[in-house]
C-alpha cells in the first residue's frame, strides 16, 4: 500500500501505460482473481497496448473472477504464458464494452481465442458454421454467434486481419447465421418447409462482402413451389408454396432481429424487395422480374449491384442472380439515370439533421457513401461493357475501374487508403458497445479509445480528427470529380452497340453519324484505341462519345482527325487523357473545337499542351491586357535576344489565340454543362476585347525587346503607338491587321534627326521579327491611316502631327482619328496625342454642312468602287448593304457631330457610341437595336470565316461543309444554311434602311 500523499510505483507505470485512472487501476490489479499475474511486468505492457487500458483491465478482472477455480488458473497461466492470446484477449476487452459483457455472462468463450495457426487467421462462410452449428434455437444461436464475433474482433483489433479481410468475414459469418437461422425456421415448421423453395439473396453491405459489426442485414426472399409446379393438378399450388415460403422468411427474420436474454444478433431488413415494405416478403422468380421490367425505379438496380445469393436453395438462388444481372447492367440506359442516382445522394445529405452533419461518417459529405454512391455510379454506366467491374466490392471494383482506366491510379489509391481509413473508425465505432452507429463521438474519452484503436498515439485525439478530415476532404474532392464527370452521362446515353462495335458495325455507324470516310475514320479508331495498354482503354472509353461529338458539327471527319493528331502528340503525356476523362467538360470542349473548322485546330496542333486550358473552370475566360502584358515583359526580360523575346511573345499571342477561339466555339455552340450564350454581342466583345488586349500586348513585348537590344532600357526618343480602326476600337477579329499611328517625340538633348532615325529603326525592327515565318501566327502591323497615307513618313513628332493637323488634315482623317486609342509605348505621349487629336474628331459645334457632305460623298464612292467584282452585295459583311460600313459611318457620323455635346459619344467603341446615341436620343431604340443586332450579325460571321476557313474573308464560304460549319457556329442545326443567309439578308436590309434615313436623310 503506497504511503499517504505518495505516489506508488505501480501508479506512475500506470499512468506511463496510457492508464486514465491509475487509483482505480490499482485497485483492480489488488482484485483476489489477479494474484497470478499482478506482477507479471508483462501485463502493463500488454493492457497499455489496448486501445483503452482501463477497460481492457476491468473486462480481465470481471472474467477472471467469473472462472471456476480450475479454470481461473488455465486462464490466468494462458494470459502470462501465451503472448497471442494474450494480446488477443486484452485487444478485444479493450476495445469492445459489449464483447467484454459477453465473456463475463460466458466465461468459457474466452477459449474462442486460444487457436492461433495460419488456417484459422481467415475463416469463410463453412467455418462459421461449423462455429454455429449446435444452435438449435435463437438464445443458442445468438451465443454462438457473439462466440464467433470475438475471434474475427481479435484478429481485426490485433491487425492479423486488415479492414477487407474483417468485412468479408462479417458477411460470411451473417452468411452463416442466416443458414442457421433458416434451419432452426424450417425445424420448427416442417410442413412448410416442404411446401417451398426459398432462396435468401444478400443485398448491401452483406452481399458485397463488406459488412459492418453492427448493420442491417439487407436480403430480398424468392420463392417457388417445392416440386418448381405451378398450378394445379398434382403440383403445389403456388399460392399456398408462398405463403409457407412467407412463413419461413418472416421465422428467419424475427430469429435474427428479436431481441432475448442474449439481446438480438442484427435486424434483417427486407425493405429492399419489389414496392419495399408495401410489397409482399416473398414473391416467385417470374413476379420479380416482371417487376424489375415494368415498374422498377434507378436506386433500385443500383441496389441489385449487390445481389449475392446466400442462404436456402442454392439452384433458385443462383436462377434469381442470373435473371437479374443483365437487368443491372442495362441499367444506366434508362433516361435521366445518370442525374436520379446523383440527385438521390444529395438527398440522402439533405435528409441528415444539422446538428449531425459533421459527424455523419456514412452519409455526411466526404463520407462512406461518397466513395460507395461514386464508385457503384461508375460500375454501372461502365460495366454494360467491362464485365471486370461487375463486383459487389466497393474496393474490388475501384481497383478494377483503376486498372480499366476510368478512374486514375492516384485518384483510386487516394479513395482506397480514404475508404479503409472510414471504415475501420465505422467499425471501431460500432465495436465498443456493438451498436449501431456512424457518428463520431463527442466525447474525449471515446475518441482517445478510437484514435488508439488505430494505431494513433501521442495525442490521439488531435491526431484522429486531423487525419479523419484529411480524408473526408479528398474523398469529397474526389467525389465530386468522379461522380459529377459529364462524361459519365454521355457514355450512359450511348446505345449498348455503341460501346463496342465490330468493324463491319463500326463502319456502318459511322456512316449513319455522318461521316463522309468512314474508312479513314476506323483507321483512326484502330489507332487510337487498338492494344492493351493503359491508353488504349481510356481511349476506348472516350471515343464512342467524341464520335457522337464529332458527329453533332457540320465535319466531323475533321474533328475525329484532329483529335488523333492531339492524342498521338500527347498521347504519352500522363495528364492528357486523365484530363479528358476527369476534367469537367474537357472532352467535349475539345470535341466542340476540333470540329469546328481549321483555325482552332491549326493553333492547337502547333501547341498541344494548350489542351489543358480546356479543362481549367476558368480556362476559357479572357485574362486582360495587364496580366498578359506582365507575362510578355517576363519573357523577354529572360530571352538574350530580341528575336527571342519576340518569339516567346508571338508564342503566347499563339496561345491566348486559341484560348479565345475556343471561348467563341464552345459559347456559340454551347455543351451539355454550359449551353450556348444567348446574347451574341457578348461573344462579339469579348473576343473583340481579348484580341485587342493581346495584340497590344504583344506589341508592348515586340517594342521593349528592340528598345533593350539595340539601345538598353532608354530610347533616344519617347514612342508610343497608337491603335486604329479596329484595333483602337476594340473590335479586333481573328484575322484583322493591326492598324496604328506611331509618335515620338526626342528626349532632351537629343537631335530631332537622331531620334526620328531610331524611331524609324524600332519600327522597322518590330514589324520584321512580328512577321517573321514561324509556326506562330503573323501579327501584321498597318500603318496606312497616317497623315499622308503611304507617301507620308512612317513615324511623325508630335509636333509635327500638330502641324499636319492644324494645316491639312482632311475630314477623312477627322473619323479616322474617333478610333485612335493608345496602344503600346510611353503612356505621357500617348495622353498627349489624345489631347491633341480630340478636337478634331469632335469639333466644337459639331460638323458643318460642307463637311457632313464629304463624308457622304466618299461613303458612296466607297460602296461603288471598293466592293470586289462580283460579290454579292447583300451578303458582305464589311462593304455590302447593311454591313459593318453602313452601321460604322452611321455611328461616327453621330460621333463627329454630337460628341463635343454628348460625353457618351467619346468612345472608340461602335456598339458604346451606338449606345450613348440611343441614351442621348439622337436615334429612336428600334433603329439603335437594328444597327446593333446587323453590326454584331457582320462581326460574327467575319469571326465565322476565320475560324472555319483558317484565313479571312468578308463573305460567307461557297464550300457546302464550310457553310455548314458557319451555320453551326452561328447557331443553325443541319439543314439550315438557307434560313442562315435569308436571315443575314433579312437583318442587313433592315440596318441599311435605317442607314439611309440616319446617314443619307436629312443633314440635322
Known sequence: MALPGRRSSTFTRLLRHGFTDPSAAERLLDAPAMSLVRSDPMLLDALGATADPDLALRGLVRLAEAQRPDELRVLLDTVVAAKPLRDRLLGVLGASEALGDHLARHPGDWHALVTYELADLHPGVEEFERGLAEATDPVSLRVAYRRCLLAIAARDVCGTADFAQTAAELADLATATLRAAL?????????????????????????????????????????????????????IDEGKAIQAATRLASHLMRICSESNIEGSIWPVDANLRPEGRNGPLVRTLSSHLAYYQRWAKTWEFQALLKARAVAGDPMLGAQYIEAVSP????????????????????????????????????????????????????????????????????????????????????????????????????????????????????????????????????DPVAELNRTWRRHASVVRRLHEKLFYRPLLDAVAQLAPGEIRLSPRAARQRLEALGYADPAAALRHLEALSSGVSRKAAIQRTLLPVLLGWFADSADPD????????????????????????????????????????????????????????????QGLAPRGREPLEQEVLAAVGRAETAEGAVAAARGMRRRELFRTTAADIIGSYGTEDSPAEEDPG???????????????????????????????????????????????????????DADVLFVHEPREGVSEQEAARAANEVIAEMRRLLQVPTSDPPLLIDADLRPEGKSGPMVRTLASYAAYYRRWSLVWESQALLRAEPMAGNAELGRRFIELVDPLRYPAEGLGEDAVREIRRLKARMETERLPRGADPTLHTKLGRGGLSDVEWTVQLLQMRHGWAEPGLRTTRTREALAAARAAELISTEDAQILDEAWVLATRVRNGVMLVRGRPGDTFPSDGRELGAMGRYLGYGPGRVGAMLDDYRRTTRRARAVVEELFYGAAT
Not at 580 to 605: C, I, K, Q
Open 183 to 235: 434451419a432452426i425456421a424450417k425445424a420448427a415448421a416442417p410442413e412448410d418447409a416442404a411446401l417451398c423453395r426459398l432462396a435468401v439473396i444478400a443485398m448491401g453491405k452483406c452481399g458485397g462482402h463488406e459488412l459492418n459489426y453492427v448493420s442491417d442485414v439487407d436480403v430480398i426472399f424468392v420463392g417457388e413451389p417445392a416440386d418448381g409446379v405451378g398450378g394445379a393438378g398434382e403440383g
Open 327 to 458: 437487368l443491372v447492367w442495362q441499367a444506366s440506359e434508362r433516361e435521366h439515370f445518370v442525374s436520379d442516382v446523383q440527385k438521390m445522394r444529395r438527398r440522402v445529405v439533405d435528409n441528415i439533421p444539422p446538428g449531425q452533419v459533421d459527424r455523419e461518417l456514412k452519409l455526411g459529405p466526404g463520407g462512406l457513401r461518397d466513395v460507395e454512391f461514386a464508385v457503384q455510379l461508375l460500375q454501372l454506366v461502365h460495366g454494360r461493357s467491362d464485365a471486370s467491374l461487375h463486383s459487389g466490392s466497393t474496393l474490388e471494383a475501384l481497383a478494377a475501374l483503376a486498372a480499366g482506366g476510368y478512374v486514375g491510379r492516384a485518384d483510386a489509391a487516394q479513395l482506397d487508403e480514404a475508404y479503409r481509413f472510414l471504415r475501420a473508425m465505422e467499425h471501431r465505432i460500432q465495436l465498443y458497445r456493438l451498436r449501431r452507429t456512424h457518428l463520431v463521438p463527442e466525447d474525449e474519452a471515446d475518441l482517445r479509445r478510437l484514435g488508439r484503436s488505430l494505431g494513433l498515439r501521442g
Open 682 to 736: 457578348a461573344l462579339v466583345d469579348r473576343v473583340g476585347n481579348a484580341v485587342t488586349d493581346l495584340n497590344a500586348a504583344t506589341l508592348a513585348g515586340a517594342l521593349r525587346a528592340v528598345v533593350g537590344e539595340r539601345w538598353g532600357d532608354i530610347l533616344p526618343t519617347r514612342f508610343a503607338v497608337i491603335g486604329m480602326g479596329r484595333f483602337g476600337g476594340h473590335e479586333l477579329g481573328y484575322g484583322s
Open 558 to 617: 475533321a474533328g475525329l482527325l484532329g483529335f488523333r493528331k492531339v492524342s498521338d502528340a500527347l498521347g504519352k503525356t500522363p495528364w492528357y487523357l486523365r484530363l479528358l476523362r476527369d476534367e469537367g467538360a474537357a472532352a467535349e470542349n475539345l470535341a466542340r473545337v476540333l470540329s469546328a473548322g481549321r483555325l482552332a485546330p491549326d493553333l492547337l496542333l502547333r501547341a498541344p499542351e494548350a489542351v489543358a486550358i480546356l479543362g481549367d473552370p
